[in-house]
């Protein structure tokens, strides 16, 4: 078994000690079916349950802040926020559900992950346009929802983001 936990728990410690990061946010994991995204939550959430095969699975993780000393002095961490983890199912069928995971009221504070499966070499880059193109879709119907300034401000967050995804497919 491969020990993510220093990695996980440097990546946690920035995003906590970032004083603008949200207080909950949202992670949206996409892939085919079978391609390791109830694994990858797994070893996230270190949670030994795997995926129930639901067409959307919810789970969380709190984002802890460094640690503190208490009156005792032992050391213990306080929960800052919370990463709410929605997983869709890998098939093509249950897209209509992203709106359940990401919408207007959330989207500035969600991110998305593509899982690819490493073990299909021949498959990597139909998935991964296949799952672009999917969130792209869903995210541009968002984005026609928000007001003028608010969609401005979506935009210029995402720009880069999107044109490395471009430059990757492409």
């Known amino acids: ?32 079916k079978g391609c390791g995204k109830s694994d990858l939550l797994a070893k996230i959430t270190e949670c030994q349950q795997h995926g129930t095969g639901l067409a959307l699975e ?63 070499p021949g498959k990597l880059m139909q998935s991964l346009k296949h799952w672009s193109g999917v969130l792209q879709k869903h995210c541009e119907s968002i984005l026609e929802t928000l007001s003028p300034d608010a969609r401005e401000a979506a935009l210029h967050r995402v720009s880069a983001l999107k044109s490395s995804v471009s430059d990757i497919i492409s």
């Open 1 to 32: 078994r491969e020990d993510y936990t220093g990695i996980w728990a440097d990546m946690l410690k920035t995003a906590s000690a970032n004083i603008q990061a949200p207080k909950n946010g949202n992670l949206l994991v996409l892939g085919d």
């Open 58 to 120: 919810y789970n969380y993780v709190e984002v802890r802040g460094p640690e503190e000393s208490t009156a005792d002095s032992s050391a213990s961490a306080k929960a800052v926020s919370y990463l709410n983890i929605w997983q869709l199912g890998g098939g093509d069928n249950f897209q209509e559900l992203l709106h359940t995971a990401l919408h207007p009221g959330n989207f500035d504070q969600s991110m998305a992950l593509i899982v690819l499966d490493f073990a299909q």
